[in-house]
């Protein structure tokens, strides 16, 4: 099936003309194509027309081009019927289409933002896989033009207190995957000088053999100075910037594009490519100095399927083809046949076009940030790519075709009605007993041992701090706040899912998890502005799983769509499966908010002689809370929400800032309004005394659209009055101070509740 | 000089990355700072006017953040580059009486480089380090704010600090100063009575205190010092996050950074 080609290098031809079913299936099989008989047909179809056989480079050009990663096969049909409508508000500047969401902060400048996820390597190479996702997203950014000036990372994985014995074949304790992890983020982070900002941390068991590793980037812009992923025009240079190419991350998207299983680990070291932040650091200012000097016609980082991907694609965004001397690459290691230089996902390269009468200017700046950069190839005005190495022609193809993925319509089941299932809501027993083990469960506990690992000042912009409070005493804040340019406008930045939601319920799961993405922008006096997306689902071939996959975009379409709120960009990851199962339902959400001055944002702590006044409808809904998790009951009701009654209570929230001296602000969420106002007194060491008893409905029931607002007792009244003249509810519920977490129906010394709480996470580490 | 007339350096290399906040917190006191490639100093390939020398600046700064990635020990390679290249100038711009200050990072580069604790005057770059800055006792990169109490009069970047304990943060892993080991008292006397000891790390009341108060497990709480001459200067701590309000949590004015910045800003209008 296999011919060598008579050249002085590696090639083969492969057989496929004549091929069987069979024949294809195992072509696929043995190259590692991860391409379906279907697909494989249509291959041999188009060789058929050109009378020839292709050669493997073209094959696993092929290859990447039509997996699931880089084309969305199994999801574009659903986001389309669903998030596009949702994607467009008159301050978007490029939604969806390039690698990165564009949009309007000022007049002068734009913001930027990726969201990804870097699931599949980081579970076979924790450290390096959470790395190179971190150089990944940046790359993202910065193709645009842009400087990143935030990173965040929603990070999920199983229990910690898993006993050795009970992992699966093949399966990395989450204790080591969790270090691992932050190691990784930490340590590529921190060097290449972004802040790491937002995030968050979930435990849950349907995480044990397949750990989500969600990276985001926030990047500034000039209006002028936008990049787009597209050539200019014919006679364009392709410069490859950065590190060279090696056989690290080989076939890193059809791995990212099936299920783990124990094997993996063997099969697939290769694919996880390697990071190096002190190569990055240099690209970053290099790159941006041609930009700011004029110099380029378009960008696009290397990303999945390497030079495969980035070359044709910039070509034909233009309407363009190109001609590639392969030969011309920069390689790590020698004997590389030419199409693992092709599909190399080595990390670190990005690609740039520039007009000839450019090309030593851009030569020198990279040369003088001592970072390889080398014209590989040109743009030419038939719609073809070709490559030659060594003076050989070794791949022609249309780039149409190649870039014209498949496209499916999977089959979906939903799930059954909630109302047929028999819901157990009790109150607790032992009211203290069941407030601490909530304050101690990881999900909910201080987060500081991951939080200070990462370097959340540097560049020095970092205005609201992820922790909050008095030094020493921090409590976590709802959303990060940037300033990115020299007005005092800023950037609220938060990452928000619910997974125990989406597990009960993909669409309410998903609907709540994108209600706490807009109550934590305004908690922070933040207008919500826009999101990205990171659907992390199990695999898509399963009706089941699709199912999930569908309801859970169906809510996020809706959301966004009544809230105004626009989805500019995201990532669909599939395949987050094992034998042992799959992930709960994942739709990751980075949500960032414009504040209209930095100085006037909120933070979450009390700062004392307040009164607490609680936002928002409380309704008896369990599914998927902590609440139900540390009781061990099975609740199916998973928190309600409109987008009307978020909008109308947003906006009321942020003119209610606007009118009144407001202390304090935190959203209510994980473990409902007992652990909410436990998380505000912990950053100065403030107590809470209820103004009457509060059930236990009220006090752990995880409700959405609400906020916990402390203001100067003199205007409590009138606060509360403000939205009950819109027919919205408020209600003071008590005061700040002392020594007590006092809730009525229970109380607790503030010291020992902080204790359980700041120890919850530790205690496993 | 007139202040317009003052030029200050930020030293960078592949992997440095805290230069933009340092130059702009320089900037904001009218004065022209601007961030220079080491490269630009010495390479051949640098073109005619983005070429540099030392002495076209009156205070070179190295900033926080990394280096080279750091792989070896903090500071280790930018050192052995300023060394290698840099040597002579330096001794002569220290002699010179010009200031040089070391931010976290920096500080690490510094004592890498022989400057500090600089005892000697006629020789401000020692032969080897003489001092070092360890793996924090956490044994963990960490990022926290820090209280700082000023301890020394003499040293030319704290002279405008009016105030006795200020709030810088600290983000870093290797930050823990150590002395030879037995040596420590007679470093720590030296120290001492030559008032180079700058800044100690100090609780909310004021007092030395242990972890997290001191964030590394500092010998002697010690923060940052500066050379014999009192006009290098390292600390650990970033004033450059500190410097305006809106770091801070305040709403108007400047942080503790400030001071830093204008100290020195001062000390070359004077010169």
């Known amino acids: 099936m296999y011919r060598k080609v008579d050249v002085p290098f590696e090639l083969y031809e492969v057989e496929i003309l004549d091929a069987s079913e069979e024949e294809l299936a195992k072509i696929s099989e043995e190259m590692g194509l991860a391409l379906s008989v279907d697909e494989m047909k249509r291959i041999q179809d188009y060789f058929r027309q050109k009378g020839r056989n292709p050669y493997d480079i073209e094959l696993q050009s092929l290859a990447q081009a039509w997996s699931e990663h880089c084309c969305y096969k199994s999801s574009k049909y659903y986001l389309r019927q669903y998030l596009l409508e949702a994607s467009k508000a008159d301050y978007v500047i490029s939604a969806i289409e390039e690698d990165a969401g564009v949009v309007e902060f000022d007049d002068e400048y734009a913001y930027v933002t990726a969201f990804e996820s870097h699931n599949h390597p980081s579970a076979i190479e924790p450290y390096g896989g959470a790395a190179t996702g971190i150089g990944g997203i940046l790359r993202d950014v910065l193709c645009m033009g842009a400087q990143p000036i935030a990173l965040i990372d929603p990070l999920f994985f199983g229990n910690l207190d898993t006993p050795y014995e009970k992992l699966p074949r093949g399966t990395k304790h989450p204790l080591y995957l969790l270090k691992g992890v932050v190691a990784g983020i930490r340590d590529y982070g921190n060097r290449v000088g972004i802040p790491t900002v937002a995030g968050m941390v979930f435990f849950d068991n349907s995480y044990l053999t397949n750990c989500l590793v969600n990276v985001g980037c926030v990047g500034i812009v000039r209006k002028d100075r936008i990049i787009h992923s597209r050539a200019g025009g014919a006679g364009d240079l392709f410069v490859l910037a950065g590190g060279k190419t090696g056989r690290d991350g080989i076939h890193g998207v059809t791995f990212a594009s099936a299920e783990l299983d124990e094997k993996s680990e063997e099969e697939a070291r290769g694919a996880v490519q390697l990071g190096n932040p002190i190569m990055k650091e240099p690209l970053i200012h290099a790159c941006l100095e041609v930009v700011e000097k004029g110099l380029l016609t378009g960008m696009k980082d290397l990303g999945g399927g390497g030079l495969s991907c980035v070359i044709g694609e910039m070509a034909l965004a233009a309407g363009f083809g190109a001609e590639v001397y392969l030969d011309k690459v920069p390689l790590k290691e020698e004997g590389m046949a030419p199409w693992e230089i092709w599909i190399s996902e080595s990390q670190e390269r990005m690609m740039l076009t520039v007009r000839p009468e450019h090309i030593d200017e851009v030569l020198y700046i990279f040369q003088k940030w001592d970072v390889p950069a080398t014209v590989v190839g040109k743009v030419i005005p038939e719609k073809i790519t070709r490559i030659y190495y060594k003076g050989y022609k070794i791949y022609e193809m249309d780039t149409e075709f190649v870039t014209s993925g498949p496209e499916y319509c999977r089959p979906y089941v939903a799930r059954k009605p909630e109302k047929e299932l028999h819901e157990e809501v009790e109150p607790p027993a032992d009211y203290v007993k069941t407030f601490m083990k909530m304050l101690s469960h990881p999900n909910a506990a201080f987060k500081e041992w991951i939080v200070r690992q990462y ?45 125990w939601m989406c597990k009960v319920d993909p669409y309410w799961g998903a609907a709540s998890s994108f209600d706490e993405m807009v109550r934590n922008l305004v908690a922070v006096n933040a207008v919500p502005h826009s999101f990205n997306d990171c659907l992390n689902f199990g695999n898509p071939e399963k009706p089941e799983r699709m199912g999930e996959f569908v309801e859970a975009v169906k809510a996020l379409g809706w959301m966004a769509k009544g809230v105004g709120v626009p989805c500019v960009s995201g990532n669909v990851s599939f395949y987050n499966e094992t034998p042992y199962g799959a992930v709960a339902p994942t739709p990751s959400l980075l949500g960032v908010g414009i504040v209209e001055d930095v100085r006037k944002a909120i933070t979450s702590e009390f700062k004392g002689r307040g009164a607490v006044i609680l936002v928002g409808e409380t309704h008896n809904e369990f599914g998927g809370s902590l609440y139900s998790a540390v009781m061990g009951q099975r609740c199916h009701k998973v928190p309600r929400t409109s987008p009307e009654r978020l909008k109308t209570y947003s906006d009321a929230m942020l003119e209610s800032f606007r009118k009144f001296e407001v202390k304090a602000c935190h959203d209510v969420s994980m473990g409902g309004l007992a652990v909410c106002i436990a998380e505000m007194s912990f950053g100065r060491g403030l107590g809470f005394e209820a103004a009457r008893e509060l059930s236990f409905v009220e006090l752990f029931s995880e409700s959405n659209t609400r906020w916990v607002v402390e203001v100067p007792e003199s205007v409590a009244e009138g606060y509360a009055e403000f939205f009950r003249a819109k027919e919205l509810k408020a209600e003071v519920i008590g005061y700040s101070g002392g020594e007590r977490l006092d809730f009525g129906a229970f109380s607790v010394e503030l010291g020992e509740a902080d204790k359980s709480w700041r120890e919850g996470l530790t205690k496993f580490l | 000089m007139d202040r317009e007339e003052i030029k200050v350096a930020v030293l960078r290399m592949e992997g440095t990355n805290c230069e933009d906040e340092t130059v702009k917190a320089f900037r904001s006191l009218g004065v022209e700072a601007e961030a220079v490639h080491i490269k630009q100093f010495y390479s051949d390939m640098i073109r005619f006017e983005e070429q540099r020398s030392v002495f076209d600046y009156q205070c070179l700064v190295f900033p926080g953040g990394f280096s080279a990635g750091d792989y070896i020990r903090a500071g280790a390679i930018f050192s052995a580059r300023v060394k290698s290249v840099l040597r002579k100038d330096i001794e002569e711009f220290i002699k010179m009486g010009y200031p040089i200050l070391g931010i976290c990072n920096g500080f690490q580069v510094l004592v890498e480089l022989g400057a500090l604790p600089g005892f000697d005057e006629d020789k401000p770059l020692a032969e080897k380090p003489e001092m070092a800055l360890a793996m924090n006792d956490s044994s963990r990169f960490e990022c926290r704010p820090t209280l700082l109490k000023k301890e020394s009069e003499k040293c030319i970047f704290v002279k405008n600090l009016k105030k006795d304990v200020v709030m810088f943060p600290v983000a870093h892993a290797e930050g823990k100063v150590v002395f030879p080991s037995g040596k420590e008292d007679e470093y720590l006397e030296r120290l001492t009575s030559n008032d180079q000891i700058v800044f100690r790390y100090v609780d909310e009341k004021g007092d030395y205190a242990g972890y997290p108060w001191n964030p590394n497990g500092s010998f002697y709480n010690i923060a940052g010092i500066c050379n014999a001459t009192h006009t290098v200067f390292g600390l650990m701590p970033h004033p450059e996050r500190a410097f305006f309000g809106y770091q801070v949590g305040r709403r108007e004015g400047y942080g503790d950074g400030y001071c830093i910045f204008r100290s020195v800003v001062d000390y070359l209008e004077k010169l």
Do not use: C, W, Y
């Not at chain 1, 020493?472 to 800023?490: L, Q, Y």
């Open chain 1, 455 to 499: 370097d959340h000042e540097v560049r020095a912009s970092t205005v609201l701090k992820p922790l909050q409070g008095k030094m020493n005493f921090e409590t976590h804040g709802d959303a990060a706040v940037i300033k990115p340019t020299r007005s005092f406008r800023g950037l609220a930045i938060t990452a928000d899912v619910n997974p």
